[in-house]
């Protein structure tokens, strides 16, 4: 059993669609988060699900709003995408405890591709 | 800003010696260090971790070495086998949940 998915693994879409990434994880975790890689391969933290609330919104454009309607799952919705948006989106989740320590398990990636 | 720096995008090391892939940081808040193990088309996964309390962690052919004063660490994994060509990012906590990534070394161990 897969303890990070993302759905879908691919997406490729034209300018200006609203798109949504659906996470879920079955570790029992209390945080989840998403991360973003560029296109010069660098990992940074876009949000993080603590029990279904918002603890970290790094300076991200509005267009992306994450919706967490349960612990186990954290969903990102895009909307009016641009070509910069292109990127791969990993989620991850953690034991809430072990803030600031502990590892993190990442999901498979989805790799978005906006036209 | 990035804060962790991984100044070697790429290494080679021939199968059975020793690899050693560095890590730099320039925030001195960060006390807990781990580097992640990816393959294409996979998410990172997890390798080893070092709270800045220890200065040594190890973990079979895995171990992570840190210097505080100088703000580095390094990885080193011995005996190199071929499956360990993967790109291997250098990560730490700050004070809050999110994991500071390096841009990665990707590591190529030929046989």
């Known amino acids: 059993d897969t303890a990070v998915s993302q759905t879908p693994k691919y997406l490729v879409t034209q300018m200006g669609n609203d798109k949504s990434i659906k996470c879920e994880q079955n570790?029992?975790?209390?945080?989840m988060y998403w991360y973003k890689q560029d296109s010069k391969k660098f990992l940074k933290i876009m949000f993080s699900y603590n029990n279904k609330e918002l603890i970290i919104n790094e300076t991200v454009p509005n267009r992306f709003s994450p919706k967490s309607p349960d612990k186990a799952h954290l969903n990102l919705h895009i909307n009016s995408l641009e070509l910069g948006d292109s990127a791969v989106y990993f989620c991850a989740s953690s034991q809430e405890g072990h803030r600031g320590s502990g590892e993190q398990f990442f999901g498979p990636g989805t790799r978005l591709t906006v036209l | 800003d990035q804060q962790v720096k991984q100044n070697s995008p790429s290494l080679s090391v021939q199968e059975g010696r020793i690899s050693i892939l560095n890590c730099d940081y320039t925030n001195s808040m960060f006390d807990y260090f781990l580097w992640y193990k990816k393959y294409p088309a996979e998410g990172p996964t997890f390798l080893i971790s070092i709270s800045s309390i220890k200065d040594k962690n190890e973990d079979g052919r895995f171990t992570v070495f840190l210097n505080k004063s100088a703000k580095h660490l390094s990885l080193h994994i011995v005996p190199s086998q071929p499956g360990d060509s993967a790109v291997y990012f250098c990560?730490?906590?700050?004070?809050?949940?999110?994991?500071?990534f390096g841009k990665g070394t990707s590591l190529l161990v030929t046989p």
């Open positions: 570790l029992g975790h209390d945080t």
């Open positions: 990560a730490a906590y700050d004070s809050g949940y999110a994991l500071n």
